[in-house]
């Protein structure tokens, strides 16, 4: 058993190295093909705090939790109030002394980092606005089934949470990643770099027919991710060009794969003929989410067993 991940914490994709995620993905792919899972959190309890919606995230999380013998305590936002009722400092430090583990769903990272300051068990990031790395853990077992780790990626939406995960774990995992982001949403300066110090090439901006010319991933989010919702019309606007239609299909490839992190919404970023389509694999991403959130829990704790 791999034991690089005993006790750690996964705030971001790039607290992972190439190492890390080829065993999580080797970990999943073996407890996906054999049906069975170990016990490493009998006798344990995770909690799983939502400062903001999920259906995929903390269903996924949930049943792995309880998979691998754990039990899971959902949080909710209007419960736990997060820096409001009491600081998030105190939050971790009060949930440090009943929990053997942390799954969060919060707004700001840095919220995220103050948690695990505070709480000695690991705490793992469940989405924040700044990354998604569960969700893309997933996306590259998803990739790795259905077209090979020399597939190249096309990103086309909102370069936010999951755009950023996506940038890192390209700079880890030395695959190409191409960005087709409307000006005025490309990701933050700080990522790009922090992407280059991971060993990226430039990581630039792609025309779409450029992009899609010899793609073999077509991968898209909500141009109107949780909180933005005021902004949906201009967001409507601005990334119109970008949806993933049966129009936009005919500039890539017929073997390329659309992907998308889900909840789509229909009609947006990607269009029902699309999403329900021949080319689409959404429906396997999301079921990878349990898959590799399970192999991640079982790094995390089992080589702490015994
Ligand atoms: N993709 C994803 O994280 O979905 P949820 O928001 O439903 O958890
Ligand atoms: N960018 C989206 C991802 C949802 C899984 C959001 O933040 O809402």
Redesign the pocket.
């Known amino acids: 058993m791999y034991s690089g991940l005993a006790g750690r914490d996964v705030l971001s994709i790039a607290d992972l190295t190439r190492e890390d995620i080829e065993a999580v993905l080797a970990c999943a792919a073996e407890q996906k093909l054999s049906g069975t899972s170990p016990r490493p959190l009998e006798g344990k309890s995770v909690g799983m705090i939502f400062q ?1 919606p ?1 259906n ?2 903390r269903v996924s999380f949930e049943v792995a939790i309880h998979q691998l013998g754990g039990h899971p305590i959902p949080l909710f936002s209007q419960e736990i109030q997060l820096g409001e009722r009491e600081s998030v400092a105190d939050i971790g430090r009060i949930l440090d002394r009943y929990l053997d583990g942390i799954v969060a769903r919060v707004y700001n990272q840095s919220d995220l980092e103050g948690m695990a300051a505070s709480a000695g068990a690991p705490v793992i990031n469940a ?1 924040t ?1 700044d990354e ?1 790395p569960c ?1 893309v853990l997933a996306d590259l077992l998803t990739i790795r089934e259905h077209a090979g780790d020399e597939a190249v990626v096309t990103y086309l ?2 370069g ?4 950023n995960s996506w940038i890192l774990a390209a700079a880890i995992m030395g695959f190409e990643l191409r960005l087709v982001i409307p000006e005025g949403y490309e990701p933050r300066h700080a990522v790009l770099k922090r992407a280059e110090a991971l060993g990226a090439t430039e990581t630039r901006m792609w025309p779409v027919n450029t992009a899609l010319a010899d793609t073999d991933i077509i991968y898209t ?2 141009w ?5 919702e005021q902004e949906r019309e201009r967001r409507r606007r601005d990334f119109a060009e970008l949806q993933v239609n049966e129009e936009l299909l005919k500039l890539a490839p017929g073997s390329a794969r659309v992907m998308h ?3 789509a919404h229909r009609g947006e970023e990607i269009t029902d003929e699309v999403i329900d389509g021949a080319q689409s694999i959404v429906f396997d991403q999301a079921e990878n989410r349990l898959h590799v959130q399970k192999a991640l829990l079982t790094l995390i704790y089992a080589p702490l067993v015994g």
């Open positions: 903001r999920s995929r995230t989405m606005d998604h969700q939406g909102d936010n949470n999951v755009c989010d909500v109107t991710s949780m909180g933005q992190c889900l909840p």
